[in-house]
């Protein structure tokens, strides 16, 4: 669930039914609400992966997953699959689970699926095993512009489980305008009405962009005229808080007129109130994916091929992104669609799900910062947000 994703960011307050969430979906794709202006964003316990070579374990982000497939999954593979949610925030989970990775222990799980940047950290870092690719023929379905990318330069260390975006999330009610710009968020006329993300990489790359700056090649020195205006507008109480994915409150309740939010958060909260909008900002928005990887101390390695081949599935990848309406990385998934129910023929069109060249141009993905670098951006944040 960027940062963080949420959907993969789905961590705080009641969650909207996917099933319920689709449905709505495919009204607005339908009615032509939802535009090209938009794209899809988006708990483990103490039991050891231990056990029978036929065991499997997948902790993932919450509402990431239709019980269906697993269902479906269980039975055609035999395995004896575990699946839980135990992912809440990328920076936490790393901290729950370092040590044992250090040790090259079993955390557990045999699959995790940590936003890109962690899934980086985990790469360089030498604590996840190579993907089975071997045993996987359909990982050839991976679209292209998700092979071998920055955060797994080699493309030997992860698979791609869903992508989501970052933008500008307002209360048309309270700000009573259109944002276009992240500039928008500078406005003092929205003064103590602001939100920012915990999220170091969205919160400075939309920023970094507004100043002229390319997240994708971030350097700290690159970044310092967005340090600085965050910095100000936190100072000067232009900033309300920062925040997890418990912004969605305050958006839907009008303590905030704007703040920088994630897609699949803000859309489920527009399906109930249309005065809640997003927009990838004039200057562009931040991509984010989430990544299947495998950590160096599992114990049932051999079995997770099987799932992951399941998920690269055209047929399976279209079942999960119906229910869950994140961007797949499977090719394939949009013709499955486009021949399915009428529900699935409005989501085949809608740019929500398969955003066309022109949006995916405007996005970013924030750089893959070596450690020393990774250091001075979050000390720097965290002596703003104080956290």
């Known amino acids: 669930m960027t940062t963080n994703p949420v959907p993969p960011r789905l961590s705080g307050g009641p969650l909207l039914s996917r099933r319920t969430l689709i449905a709505r979906m495919s009204a ?23 056990g029978p070579s036929n065991a499997l374990w997948h902790d993932n982000w919450p509402a990431y997953m239709d019980e269906e497939t697993l269902d479906l999954f269980r039975k055609d593979s035999g395995l004896d699959f575990k699946y839980t949610e135990g992912f809440n925030d990328n920076n936490e989970y790393f901290a729950k689970v370092q040590a044992d990775l250090a040790a090259k222990k079993s955390i557990g799980p045999d699959i995790i699926t940590p936003t890109f940047w962690l899934a980086a950290r985990l790469i360089d870092l030498g604590w996840v095993q190579e993907v089975p690719f071997d045993n996987i023929p359909n990982a050839a379905n991976l ?22 975006m970052t933008g500008i999330a307002y209360n ?31 919160t400075v790359g939309l920023t970094m962009l507004l100043t002229g700056q390319d997240p994708t090649k971030a350097t700290f020195e690159g970044a310092t005229e967005a340090f600085s205006m965050i910095e100000d507008a ?18 839907a309740t009008g303590n905030y007129a704007a703040c920088i939010g994630w897609s699949g958060d803000v859309l489920q909260l527009s399906l109930d109130n249309p005065d809640i909008r997003f927009v990838i900002p004039d200057e562009g928005g931040m991509q984010w994916s989430d990544v299947m990887v495998i950590p160096s101390g599992s114990t ?34 949009q013709a499955v669609m ?38 001075a951006f979050d000390e720097r944040f965290s002596e703003i947000t104080g956290a």
């Open 28 to 50: 607005l794709a339908a009615a032509g609400v939802v535009g090209p202006g938009l794209l899809a964003a988006c708990g483990s316990d103490d039991e050891s992966a231990g």
């Open 143 to 164: 679209v292209p512009q998700l092979r071998k990318p920055a955060w797994d330069p080699d493309g030997r260390f992860s698979l791609p489980y869903a992508s989501g």
């Open 172 to 202: 048309i009610a309270e700000t009573g305008r259109e944002l276009t710009s992240t500039g928008d968020l500078f406005d003092p006329a929205f003064k103590g009405r602001v939100g920012m993300l915990l999220e170091m990489r969205d």
């Open 234 to 251: 936190t100072s000067s109480g232009q900033i309300r808080q920062f925040t997890g994915n418990d912004y969605m409150d305050d958006l």
């Open 300 to 333: 049932n390695a051999a079995n997770t091929a099987k799932w992951m081949n399941y998920l690269y599935d055209p047929e399976n990848a279209a079942r999960i992104t119906s229910y869950v309406g994140y961007n797949t990385p499977v090719e394939g998934v």
């Open 338 to 375: 486009a021949a399915g129910d009428e529900a699935q023929q409005a989501l085949a069109k809608s740019q929500l799900l398969f955003p066309d060249a022109a949006t995916l141009d405007r996005l970013s993905v924030f750089a893959n910062l070596d450690p020393e670098a990774e250091a």
